[in-house]
């Protein structure tokens, strides 16, 4: 028998093989053991780390532009790529996102146009509970929000629609990004796809949470004032550079995407 790797979760990891062994079966393991670990690379994360895999979906400009300087952003990228995007969300056990995009762009954060067994878990961080109760994320489906919000009539106002409202507050008064990533883990949360604007995306990367970047690039240019992928503010040096492994570089309709790993070796 040949098995591609051990199972991570330490309440069985190793039981299954030695069994087989004590049964008098021969078993190789490792074959091919870094496909097995990519295919279920959430699941790993969770085992081994306790939070999720997490992914950040980014449409841009050739030049790195996701929005012009009045927010405007409707479409930068092709009918080819956006349909692309819902099956990265079906693979998801939940879509991320912040206030900041619900209240400019009013999203659902759904899977639809393609076959799937379930939607994923929709979740918001809104430090200050500004959603609106009406806001698209809120129906259908049900909503985590993280909040650094104790205001007792918001958080039932959100609950009545049907949202679970989880309390998170980091040193500055604001959505503690770890807190989040680790009780998305014990929800059993595998691979999370952040689908949000500059700001939270550079939080995210800075904090070091983002593993993976699926980014979706137009063949147009937006220029300098436009806003950009990610605020991860002025870098002095160039050794402070974020680093990228390249995964997959393909054409997607008229667009170009790119998935990335983040290096943690720099």
């Not at 990610?230 to 990228?244: K, N, P, V």
Request: proline share 3%; hydrophobic share 45%.
């Amino acid at each position: 028998m040949v098995v591609a790797i051990l199972d991570p979760n330490p309440l069985v990891a190793g039981q299954g093989v030695a069994r087989l062994r004590a049964a008098g079966i021969d078993v190789e393991c490792g074959l091919m053991e870094a496909a097995a670990r990519e295919l279920n690379i959430g699941f790993f994360s969770r085992m081994t780390r306790g939070t999720p895999w997490v992914r950040s979906k980014i449409a841009a400009s050739l030049d790195g532009r996701t929005a012009l300087a009045n927010g405007s952003s409707k479409w930068i990228t092709g009918e080819a790529a956006r349909h692309d995007v819902q099956h990265w969300r079906a693979r998801s056990c939940a879509v991320l996102t912040g206030i900041g995009t619900v209240l400019a762009d009013d999203p659902r954060l759904d899977v639809r146009d393609i076959s799937t067994e379930r939607q994923p878990l929709r979740v918001v961080l809104d430090s200050r509970l500004r959603i609106p109760p009406k806001a698209q994320i809120l129906q259908r489906q049900a909503t985590l929000i993280y909040t650094a919000c104790t205001d007792a009539a918001k958080q039932r106002s959100l609950i009545a629609c049907g949202a679970e409202v989880v309390t998170a507050v980091d040193a500055d008064g604001q959505v503690d990004l770890a807190e989040v990533m680790c009780n998305l883990g014990k929800r059993g949360i595998n691979e999370l796809l952040v689908e949000a604007g500059r700001t939270l995306n550079g939080g995210l990367v800075k904090a070091g949470l983002v593993d993976e970047l699926v980014l979706y690039l137009a063949p147009q240019f937006l220029g300098d004032t436009a806003r950009g992928m990610a605020d991860i503010g002025e870098l002095t040096q160039l050794s402070r550079h974020i680093a990228l492994q390249w995964n997959d570089v393909r054409q997607v309709g008229n667009d170009l995407r790119i998935v990335a790993k983040i290096s943690r070796e720099n």
